[in-house]
């Protein structure tokens, strides 16, 4: 089946504008993860959703974050008032909780340039 | 400006070598390992797991070993190639219910 899928790509803003990032996860999978991955970095983790249990949001690094997650399908980052401190990857990844494994399946990502 | 941050660290391997990749991890009670490889421009993909029962798993020219004693777990490549240049990730997890904490990643890079 289809993997999860990111979009845009590539993003290029400007300072100051807001953005939107959109993620889809792999139909069935309740978890989903964001990432930011700075250039030459590890991953540091944003937001988690499970099912219907409030968001973990404990990684996002400034209220300019947010992001929201419709049932058990898409979600969307949304960066407000984007600085040049939030160029990055932002990667987004989906796992099925319960299973006797936890592996989560990223996609590409959306490469952030924030001008 | 950007931000200053530490970078990955690096290993370099002669093609054809083994390549062997070292991990610390941080709690004492994760019963759950995993390791991912992240080639340029793409997004992490699952390479292998181990679960605590367990001291050793092979797969496909990777072996994953885990040293409980001193928190320590290790990616093992065989016959390193080309095409195993990535950043190596590992991570740990409370069981499969519980998110994955990640570690910092390895840059593996091989010489001709």
């Known amino acids: 089946g289809a993997g999860v899928s990111q979009s845009p790509s590539n993003k290029v803003t400007e300072k100051g504008k807001d953005v939107e990032l959109r993620c889809d996860p792999i139909?069935?999978?309740?978890?989903l993860y964001w990432y930011r991955q700075r250039l030459g970095q590890g991953l540091e983790f944003l937001i988690y959703?499970?099912?219907?249990?409030?968001?973990?949001k404990s990684g996002l690094p400034s209220d300019r974050f947010s992001a929201e997650r419709t049932g058990e399908s898409v979600s969307t980052l949304t960066i407000q008032r984007t600085q040049q401190e939030d160029s990055a990857v932002y990667l987004c990844?989906?796992?099925?909780?319960?299973?006797?494994?936890?592996?989560?399946?990223f996609g590409a990502g959306t490469r952030l340039s924030v001008l | 400006g950007e931000s200053v941050g530490l970078h990955l660290p690096t290993l370099s391997v002669q093609e054809g070598d083994n390549s062997i990749i070292n991990c610390a991890y941080s709690?004492?009670?994760?019963?759950?390992f995993i390791w991912y490889k992240q080639e340029s421009g793409k997004g992490p993909q699952f390479i292998i797991d181990?679960?605590?029962n367990m001291d050793k798993r092979q797969g496909q020219r990777v072996t994953v070993l885990l040293n409980k004693t001193v928190k320590h777990l290790s990616l093992q490549i065989a016959a390193t190639q080309p095409g195993d240049s990535a950043v190596y990730f590992c991570?740990?997890?409370?069981?499969?219910?519980?998110?994955?904490?990640w570690g910092a990643g390895t840059k593996l890079i091989i010489k001709p």
């Open positions: 991570a740990e997890s409370l069981g499969s219910n519980y998110q994955l904490i």
């Open positions: 709690n004492s009670a994760s019963d759950y």
């Open positions: 181990i679960r605590s």
């Open positions: 139909s069935g999978h309740t978890a």
């Open positions: 959703f499970q099912g219907n249990s409030a968001p973990d």
């Open positions: 990844a989906s796992s099925l909780i319960g299973g006797t494994k936890n592996i989560q399946y």
